[in-house]
């Protein structure tokens, strides 16, 4: 095994698209050659920057939009001219799936969205029934929950291995910070888009700042609904005390000078932006979704779905105790611990031995 092909949709800012690139360069800078492949075009942005100078080579096809025989021609003849050992596909519901089924090949594929949202989605359905059939496709999970919710959304017989999410463990590290209880930045890190529902923690923060006038909240990314979001903070008179950073290589400083994550999505499969929150020490406040309850436990605040009154009583409580936000962030660092780059990278190599070697494939539980 000497080549690795991974393969996404475009090179966004998402956490998909993280996990993908540092995976990437952690393959590469084991020895291998690694080729990260986006389906889109090149869009100069942060996380591009990211992947700059790196050992990576990375190919943009330019082949997003509307499906076209030109289109998946060019993706048939890249994928068939590199002849790649292992091809690992990331949120790419198409193309890599259509050439598998053609060509008789082997995908490995990381469910990094709840399933039943990707199974809403007609072609892979299709397509995933004809690989799993084949045993030439295989799962890997991000979360526990996300595996169980998969093996039924997807009538998956084979074998899902789970793989957590990695972050780099050492660039996001605690910050040193002395702040009184009621001047808190809270901080969301996300793509702004309708399930993100990063309104909802603007709702709820524009009743907190009623009796905490000295709090500010922080949201870092951009997106579709970043607009409405802006508007909304000038129609509810809080737009002094939120700030919209848009997309930054800053994150980590970010992080270390606020003091609770807040996350309201409403769905979700498991988190980088969390993660990378509790590796910096901060209390999370998050929606009782899938695999985020994996995540948060004794180091944070679960919340119901679309809920702007237990946002409130969220945030209201860990203003007013601060040994409880001190204690959460704690837990938070200790967990985090177990989701460094190493970890996951070595464990998605031994996946690839195993199955590369035929092994494996059936459940034995």
Known sequence: MKKILTIVPSIWTGGAE????????????LGFESILVSIGPKLENVLEGDVDGSKVKVVFLGINGRVTLKKIYKFFQYLNKERADVIHVHLDLFYSWLWAVVYHKHLFFTIHNQPFRIAQNKGFRIFSKILERRETVHWIAVSQSIREEAKEQFNISSVIDVVSNPIDNEKFCPGIQIKSDDSLAFINVGRFTKIKRQDLIIRAFAKVIVNHPKCSLYFLGDGETIDDCRILTRELGVQDSVVFVGNTNQVVKYLQMADVFVNASDTEASPVSIIEAMSVGLPIIA????????????NGILIG???????VSAMELLIADSNTRKKMGRKSIEHSKGYSVEKSSQSYLEIY???????GKKETK
């Open 18 to 29: 993280h996990v993908a690139i540092s995976l990437a360069k952690a393959y590469a800078d």
């Open 287 to 298: 929606t009782d979704v899938c695999g985020v309850k994996d995540l948060v436990k004794d």
């Open 353 to 359: 031995r195993r199955e590369c070697c035929g092994k």
């Open 305 to 311: 779905r679309d809920s702007v009154c237990e946002v």
